[in-house]
């Protein structure tokens, strides 16, 4: 499988503030992953957000995103020629960190980068953070079922105060609860199916994603 030639290094762990578990073949948790100056610059953003700004800055992350991609940003024209897909359950649980924040998001980028031993990717997004509130759940998926490219995922863990809200890995029977300023790291290939499991109670789960493509394919839009 060619998700096979991606490994962490380990070696870069040793003599760095992270702190590095491998949980499975290629599940990866690194604690630590972004500093605690930058959890609280992140959760007062969100804290900010009222619910019209949920709804309206997802539907505007999809129009920027397709007309830097398309030339237009009329995404149900788009969804019509099954350019692209508007997720309507999404509207209220993902907001855009904007362009006020693009610094730190690249740094977060860069800090993945120097993780792996293969460098020959496209590593792109932690511009957008996903809310679960008690009951939300994500269901079973694949994150390559619609883009074979993809090569990894990544979830920030910007909070932990939350019960409930468990990533886990089906075939592996493995769950994870991260504590608040960790990335997981893990392959995009048929056996890492995973969910979200339900929020069940007590504050809002905030999560960023991120994913890694082979080197020279093309970033779909998500």
């Not at 009951?135 to 409930?164: C, P, Q, R, T, W």
């Not at 048929?190 to 007590?202: M, N, R, S």
Request: hydrophobic share 35%; aromatic share 18%; proline share 2%.
């Amino acid at each position: 499988m060619y998700m096979k030639e991606y490994y962490l290094n380990e070696k870069f762990f040793i003599n760095s503030d992270y702190i590095y578990k491998k949980i499975y073949d290629q599940i990866y948790l690194v604690e630590n992953f972004i500093t605690e100056e930058e959890q609280k610059t992140l959760l007062e953003f969100l804290h900010s957000i009222n619910e019209n700004k949920w709804q309206e800055l997802y539907l505007n992350n999809l129009k920027n995103n397709a007309l830097k991609k398309f030339g237009t940003d009329d995404i149900f024209l788009l969804e019509k020629e099954n350019k692209i897909s508007i997720n309507m359950e999404w509207y209220d649980k993902s907001v855009s960190i904007g362009e006020k924040y693009s610094n730190m998001s690249n740094s977060f980028l860069n800090r993945i980068f120097t993780f792996f031993n293969e460098k020959d990717f496209n590593i792109k997004y932690f511009e957008t953070v996903q809310r679960h509130k008690p009951k939300d759940f994500m269901s079973k998926h694949v994150d390559s079922e619609h883009d074979s490219n993809l090569i990894f995922a990544g979830v920030l863990y910007i909070n932990d105060d939350y019960f409930g809200g468990e990533l886990y890995f089906e075939k592996f029977d493995i769950t994870l609860k991260p504590k608040a300023r960790s990335l997981v790291l893990f392959s995009t290939g048929k056996d890492y199916i995973h969910e979200i499991k339900t929020v069940l109670d007590g504050p809002t789960r905030y999560a960023m994603p991120c994913f890694i493509w082979k080197n020279n394919s093309e970033i779909k839009v998500v």
